[in-house]
């Protein structure tokens, strides 16, 4: 499987983005999706995941009610719409996929693959 991100960009707070994350190659049974953040310095965090073509889903606490993930499966494409950005949301944006049952989408060791990720800037 690859993973291809797309929809980054700069905004100003409040503003919105929606990213992409095309799926292609084997991508029968990704049991969990999910897209994380690293910024400059820190550590890579979990922002949403979902399991099960999107039955479940799953957010950290610093985007529930801004930040919904989705998934088309006609496309094999996944979605973040972000809205209501803070400046403390400028990161480098990823995607993972996994196939393992059991997977925890909050624990990046768990997945194998990931996109080269999309750069979202917020100024205040």
């Known amino acids: 499987v690859q993973l291809v991100e797309s929809g980054g960009g700069s905004v100003e707070a409040g503003g919105s983005l929606r990213l992409s994350c095309s799926a292609s190659g084997d991508t029968d049974s990704l049991y969990c999706l999910a897209w994380y953040r690293q910024a400059p310095g820190k550590e890579r965090q979990g922002l949403a995941g979902t399991y099960d073509d999107g039955r479940m889903t799953y957010y950290h606490d610093s985007v529930q009610g801004r930040f919904t993930i989705s998934q088309d499966n006609a496309t094999n494409t996944l979605y973040l719409q972000m809205n209501s950005l803070k400046p403390e949301d400028t990161a480098m944006y990823y995607c993972?996929?996994?196939?393992?049952?059991?997977?925890?989408?909050?624990?990046?060791?768990?997945?194998?693959?990931w996109g080269q990720g999309t750069q979202v800037t917020v100024s205040s």
């Open positions: 993972a996929a996994g196939r393992q049952v059991g997977i925890i989408w909050t624990r990046p060791e768990g997945f194998r693959v």
